[in-house]
């Protein structure tokens, strides 16, 4: 899977290494007062980002996939047999078997055996996933077979209850696109999939739908929260919101009873425009929770409050001591009574006596020239974690109290008028002294960063936890008011949360001095596939950090769509890929991940999904990959990178 310009409409899971490398000076991450203020900025921006700002079109976060992860059920004589289909002549796969041996047996389309020696000298042992978050299994690659359906015979041992996956490599000129319909993910709301095939030979034009290839058959495996699974049907009748009937797109639905995370699997089988057969899927990992407030009254009034405008959203069945992203756009009118765009508000939000609010600043009206009457659209009120809209409103009526600033377009935009006002004393409180540049990991990791390789630095110890980025962003701002100030140098995750940090909350990163604020290397910004094919294996196996919904592409999607340029601006971000070794094989930074990942990569993230509009792109590296136990030395231990990023940071 990899990003295309010609995608229809149009995830790690980070950092994998346990290495205790450079821990000296490492302190744990202490967990967020429950009882400490949000102390959350009131964010703001012009109307140029309105676009940028708004809830992404979820066919924005289209998975490509070139692989199909299989289910594997055996019956009760301990036997199962799954179908592979062959395009040319080679076979990449892996057996997840949780480290137990099935016995394999390959059959061609003919009904010969391939010689048990052949696939054993074929096969070797690997992990998909990290040390603390996959799973292990045995990678097969081989050359040379015949064209067409192979038969896979596995045998476990009778009455073991043994079940697994088989992940299978397809051919890259044919990949299954798939979204979601919406991301309203709560209970009992109907979740619809979209699908199609698209095929690209490189010389001709791409193709899409029943352009692209033969659809044989199409539903979706549905793996609730509870490991229950059921199968529903895919559409291309034109009636199941699957656009026009028989155009090759596919439609399918259904709905969640229950919170946490859902597995909704495409699954696609025919046969691509030569005639030869395919199988792929693709696996949407979907949060799912409860419903949430609700929009009380149908007008909304703006205060005078600190020299600004307090815009308080009155809530009905709002959660007490919660917070929420809140994101909206101002609009006015002007003198002859056409639509006027004033600024967009927002941020993270505490729930106070059954509201919300936001802060405006009046020089954005002043600086827009905007009257009377004003209203608030496309307000959203989403959850922190999964950015889940839970309450949105198109258009609100907006009563604004008399201006004391005359209009004036030349108004220059300040930090005021983007983050609010700065609390009269920082959380880190008067005992936080002097500046230091914290050293972050990723999810499910724990310290990575050769801390002797940077001056004046600590390192961020949160050890193989789980967090969403609001989360981690908490725990970082809570690490670093030992100190009066501090940049950070981040890997995989910790780059997001770091960025969400800054955006979000006021913190020590507001009084660092330096040319580089934020830092990062191998940071899923638009997230990676792996996170939806490691919660998927998950919910047979178990995995002890769990599923991540901020990395996947529909999750981080969700998630940039709130982060505004004049803070994706302050972050600075390097990415890396395997090193090239021959020009007519495979090149990989990890066998297992390269079923599923699109070159370049890095053994975990794409370079393509690791970028991150409107930041300072500082390079690419190739030869490095995601983390240690990979095939290239990781990214994280480069000693003159490193000494470069201290140098320049931000402290």
């Known amino acids: 899977m990899r990003k295309r310009t010609w995608r229809v409409a149009g995830t790690l899971l980070c950092a994998w290494s346990l290495s205790g490398a450079g821990l000296a000076g490492a302190a744990p991450a202490a967990g967020p007062d429950p009882g400490a203020p949000l102390l959350a900025k009131q964010l703001a921006g012009p109307a140029e980002e309105f676009a940028a700002m708004r809830a992404p079109d979820p066919a924005e976060a289209t998975i490509l996939s070139r692989s199909a992860l299989l289910p594997v059920a ?18 990449n796969a892996m057996l997840l078997s949780g480290g137990t041996d099935w016995s394999p047996r390959l059959v061609s389309p003919a009904g010969v055996e391939l010689a048990a020696a052949t696939l054993a000298r074929s096969a070797r042992a690997s992990h998909l996933g990290g040390e603390h978050d996959g799973q292990a299994g045995t ?24 079940r697994g996956y088989l992940l299978l490599q397809g051919d890259d000129a044919l990949e299954l696109a798939s979204h979601q ?5 709560v209970v009992g709301e109907s979740m619809g999939i979209v699908a199609m095939l698209a095929a690209d030979d ?3 034009t791409p193709q899409l739908g029943r352009d692209a290839g033969h659809v044989a058959s199409a539903h979706l495996r549905i793996v609730a929260p509870d490991g229950r699974e059921s199968l529903r049907p895919m559409f291309d009748d034109g009636r199941h919101g699957d656009g026009a009937a028989r155009d090759g797109r ?3 639905s259904f709905t969640p009873t229950a919170t946490g995370t859902w597995i909704a699997q495409v699954v696609v089988r025919g046969h691509d425009r030569s005639g030869t057969p395919f199988v792929r899927t693709v696996e949407h990992a979907l949060p799912v929770i409860e419903p949430g407030p609700r929009i009380a009254g149908t007008a909304v009034a703006a205060r005078e409050a600190r020299n600004r405008l ?19 756009e101002v609009w006015g009118r002007d003198g002859r009574g056409a639509s006027v765009p004033v600024a967009w508000i927002g941020g993270m939000a505490d729930v106070v006596d059954g509201r919300v609010a936001l802060g405006l600043d009046e020089r954005w009206i002043a600086r827009s020239g905007a009257i009377a009457p004003f209203e608030l ?19 609100v009526p907006l009563a604004v109290p008399p201006l004391r600033i005359a209009p004036a377009a030349g108004i220059r935009i300040d930090e005021a008028m983007t983050m609010g006002p700065r609390p009269a004393m920082p959380e880190a409180g008067a005992a936080a002294t002097g500046s230091k540049l914290v050293l972050v990991h990723g999810y499910c990791s724990a310290g990575v960063w050769p801390q002797a390789q940077f001056a004046n630095a600590a390192t961020f110890l949160d050890a193989h936890q789980n967090r969403s980025h609001d989360q981690f962003a908490l725990r970082i701002r809570d690490f670093g008011a030992q100190w009066n100030s501090f940049g950070t140098v981040a890997h995989s995750q910790g780059g997001a949360a770091s960025l969400h940090l800054y955006t979000y909350y006021w913190s020590g990163l507001d009084n660092a001095s330096g040319a580089r604020l934020m830092q990062s290397v191998g940071t899923p910004y638009q997230g990676t596939n792996l996170s939806g094919i490691l919660a998927t294996i998950g919910n047979w196996f178990g995995v002890a950090c769990g599923s991540n919904s901020n990395m996947t592409y529909s999750g981080a999607s969700a998630w940039l769509s709130g982060i505004p340029s004049w803070a994706r601006a302050k972050a600075n971000y390097y990415t890396t890929s395997f090193r090239s070794t021959n020009w007519w094989t495979n090149d990989y930074c990890h066998f297992a991940s390269d079923l599923v990942l699109g070159d370049p990569e890095d053994g975990t993230v794409e370079q393509a999904y690791a970028q991150l509009p409107g930041a300072s792109n500082r390079g690419h590296t190739v030869g490095q990959c995601h983390t240690t136990g990979m095939r290239d030395p990781a990214q994280y231990l480069d000693a003159a990178r490193n000494a470069t990023m201290s140098a320049n940071a931000a402290r």
Request: hydrophobic content about 40%; aromatic content about 6%.
């Open 74 to 91: 055996f019956d009760a004589s301990g036997r199962a047999s799954l179908r592979l289909p062959v395009h040319d002549g080679r076979l």
């Open 139 to 162: 990678v097969v690659r081989l050359d040379g077979l015949a064209r067409g359906d192979w038969s896979l015979h596995l045998q476990a041992k009778p009455g073991s209850d043994a």
């Open 181 to 185: 319909a919406h991301r309203r993910q």
């Open 202 to 204: 490189g010389r001709s």
């Open 250 to 252: 596919y439609a399918g």
């Open 310 to 328: 307090s815009v308080a959203l009155p809530l009905a069945d709002a959660v007490p001591d919660r917070h929420y992203r809140v994101l909206a």
């Open 377 to 395: 659209r496309g307000l959203r009120i989403e959850d922190p974690d999964h950015f889940i809209p839970l309450a949105t409103a198109d258009r």
